[in-house]
């Protein structure tokens, strides 16, 4: 009886959907974080009688059963979420379609949205770190402040300056890094709110281009962009074609059942 088979496949494919919501939820104030949706296809048919409509004869429409239900994407919303302002120095918020680069500890180039770096003592003074210690990067490689900063200032285009004790001046050591993806849903997120290029993103845009419209905000940070009242929908909506699903299972459980016991 394919009723079974179809409605096995609604339903572990729906256990997918009601995992993906509850990482979306568990997520609500990560910051940085991205929210994902799962997007469903039909699967192979059986054709049972072909249409040949010819000359008013004929079948003007095929027969067809179909075989369930499979999953065809997880597709990320790289939406910009709400950003909150902290003043912190050091946190950072990307008003538009530009990512961080980060260099984590195997030199891998990673990307992310979430702007509350911290700093690092090193030889070379003061470095521009992630919460885990990994290198945010400028054009020039990592971003060093030096050994004697008393104020650090960036614009909106990421132009970072510094101000050393003592002095009035402010000077400018680099501009941060920022770049997009052709097709940022592209992405594969590798934990720690940290992204990394595949084939399908395509290969990083360095700097802002003609007509981006992207600004850095220093002393804010992006909250994750999950809306909690669309993921309750969500999660209601596919707990209710779960029960249905299994009402399917049951359902054709009984018309076995009827056939069985009719030599009876």
Known sequence: MKAMWSAASGMKNLQLKIDTISNNLANVNTIGFKNQRVEFKDIMYERLFTSDKLEDEGRPVPIEIGHGVMVSATLRSFATGNLQQTEGKFDFAINGDHFFKIIDPMGNERYTKDGSFKIAATEEGAQLVTSD???????????VLGPDVSEFAVDSEGMMTVKLNGEEEYQEIGQMSLV?????????????????????SGIPIEGLQDGDTTEVWQGFVENSNVQIVDEMINLITAERAYEINSKSIQTADRMLEIANNLKR
Do not use: H, M, R, S
């Open 133 to 143: 210690g990994y290198y945010v990067q400028g054009t020039d490689g990592n971003i």
């Open 180 to 200: 997009k993806f052709i097709n940022a849903a592209g992405l594969e997120a590798v934990g720690k709110n940290l992204f990394k290029e595949t084939v399908a």
